[in-house]
């Protein structure tokens, strides 16, 4: 991956919950052309082209749409993206969990950034209580083949 920078694209029901992100890396659908009606599968797509990390509150459906968008991986077109943080529904819950996020990013014991979050693609799942879930989206089949992770 050879973007230097990422940028978080976000859903239309995490909208709120953008001021507690660094104003400089926000993506919202209108950025993007995408209207805020947009099927989680076109936000998929558009997230991979352009390389964002989706934050949203449909945890279940875009973790669905990342792996259906993942398996359409042909060998000269890689669906890999860049990263999933869902976040509990409610700007209150949001408010009161979203700013301490950065601090409780952990993967096997180990603090990660962002950054990490974005080259690894991984899932950052944030509960109402604050507690945060981080796994990694499989790498594109070709990708894995040649070795790359």
């Known amino acids: 991956r050879t973007v230097t920078g990422y940028k978080f694209l976000i859903d239309r029901d995490a909208a709120k919950a953008a001021q507690f992100f660094p104003a400089r890396r ?6 993007i052309g995408l209207p805020e009606n947009a099927r989680d599968s076109e936000i998929v797509r558009m997230a991979c082209d352009r390389k964002c990390i989706v934050v949203t509150c449909n945890g279940d459906d875009f973790i669905r749409e990342f792996n259906s968008y ?16 869902v976040l509990p529904n409610g700007f209150e819950i949001q408010r009161r969990v979203v700013p301490k996020l950065i601090g409780r990013l952990r ?6 950034s962002w950054l ?3 080259e690894r693609d991984c899932c950052v799942k944030v509960s109402r209580n604050g507690a945060v879930t981080i796994s990694r989206f499989p790498r594109c089949h070709y990708c894995k083949k040649n070795g790359l992770d």
Do not use: N, P, Y
Request: aromatic fraction near 4%.
């Open 26 to 31: 926000i993506v919202t659908l209108q950025d």
């Open 70 to 85: 993942l398996a359409q991986s042909k060998k000269l077109e890689c669906h890999d993206m860049h990263g999933l943080v």
């Open 107 to 112: 993967m096997d014991g180990v603090r990660i």
């Open 116 to 118: 990490d979050v974005w």
